[in-house]
């Protein structure tokens, strides 16, 4: 445990005094969440979900260029967190989340390799990096994002993905044959209406934390056999804009199925000032009526700048497999260069 503890310790030391060395190149953007709320099952916490925590961090974003164009495109995008559930010896680990090179074949395809999200649903379209509002991606899959390769193409009048990863996650594991297949196709992200059809197939491990330094712990060693398919759906309706997404498939044979429905408004006298409602249900055992989640979240967000966010959150388990919750989340978002 010592040596684990001086490990984070040289990490963290690292991590943060190489920021200032990076800090000053060009497409470097920094970032730090600070969160905070109250939960009736939990008391007084410092996260939201295990994605979501008090953290700092970095992403530098970068495209290379020659005289045909853009022809490869780096993501890095990193986070020193610190977890309030674990104890203090555990407490702080390094998320990887970003960290992908994408090389560009041609009009419309290219091929990806790296941390990045699974083809499946809406995660792969929205960027929820730093939002209390999440897709259905950590309860249907398991995580947000996996260790892989993936490629873009265009079928006729469609967009299509597909990813090969390990199915471990943010961490790098090899456990019980894990491994994870996801493709999606759907109508172009150019156009305000967007449909989306996905399908998983794979193994994946399930890990007790949501960091990848030090290696997550697993919830067990053995992998978990899963099969989805899915649809989502984006679209503006008036001054509201709407996004929503189903999913079933099975659990080592046993059915899973979800969905979630969103609602987004923008105050026309005040476009700084964003209101949001979710409703999202998830069960992991379909015959079993009583093992399922359903809650019901709504959300107001105010841009303070270009680069600051604060956002307020309620979110209300109001059917749960374990003790229903209540919980209200405050937090303060910065991400700028």
């Not at 993905?161 to 090899?174: E, F, N, T, V």
């Not at 297949?181 to 890990?207: E, H």
């Not at 600051?308 to 959150?313: A, E, I």
């Not at 979110?315 to 991400?335: P, T």
Request: net charge negative; with cysteine.
């Amino acid at each position: 445990m010592a040596v684990k503890r001086q490990l984070i310790l040289t990490l963290a030391f690292t991590f943060t005094s190489w920021l200032p060395v990076i800090a000053h190149a060009e497409n470097f953007y920094k970032e730090a969440v600070i969160i905070g709320g109250y939960s009736d099952k939990d008391g007084w916490v410092g996260k939201k979900d295990m994605m979501l925590k008090n953290s700092v961090g970095f992403e530098y974003y970068r495209k290379f260029s020659d005289e045909y164009g853009d022809f490869l495109t780096l993501d890095l995008q990193m986070r020193l967190a610190y977890d309030s559930t674990e104890d203090s010896q555990d407490a702080f680990g390094i998320e990887i989340h970003n960290a992908w090179l994408e090389y560009k074949l041609g009009l419309g395809k290219s091929i990806r390799l790296g941390h990045f999200d699974p083809a499946f649903g809406l995660e792969p379209v929205l960027d929820t990096h730093g939002t209390l509002l999440q897709t259905l991606a950590s309860k249907n899959i398991g995580f947000k994002k996996d260790w892989g390769i993936g490629y873009k193409g265009l079928l006729v009048d469609f967009d299509y993905q597909i990813a090969a990863g390990l199915g471990s996650g943010m961490g790098i594991r090899k456990k019980d044959d894990n491994f994870l297949l996801t493709g999606r196709i759907s109508t172009p992200q150019t156009k305000d209406t967007q449909i989306g059809l996905s399908f998983l197939y794979g193994q994946t491990l399930q890990s007790s934390q949501s960091w990848t330094i030090p290696a997550p712990d697993l919830v067990s060693n053995k992998s978990i056999r899963k099969k989805r398919i899915g649809v989502d759906f984006q679209c503006p309706l008036g001054l509201f804009d709407f996004k929503a997404e189903i999913a079933t498939g099975d659990n080592d044979g046993k059915t899973v199925a979800g969905g979630l429905a969103e609602v987004g408004y923008t105050v026309p006298e005040q476009q700084n000032l964003r209101l949001k409602m979710q409703t999202m249900y998830w069960s992991n055992e379909w015959e079993e009526k009583n093992a399922c989640d359903l809650i019901v979240a709504p959300v107001i967000e105010y841009k303070l700048s270009s680069v600051t966010t604060v956002r307020l959150g309620y979110f209300h388990d109001i059917y749960s497999s374990s003790d229903e919750d209540k919980m209200v989340v405050l937090q303060f978002y910065y991400f700028g260069l």
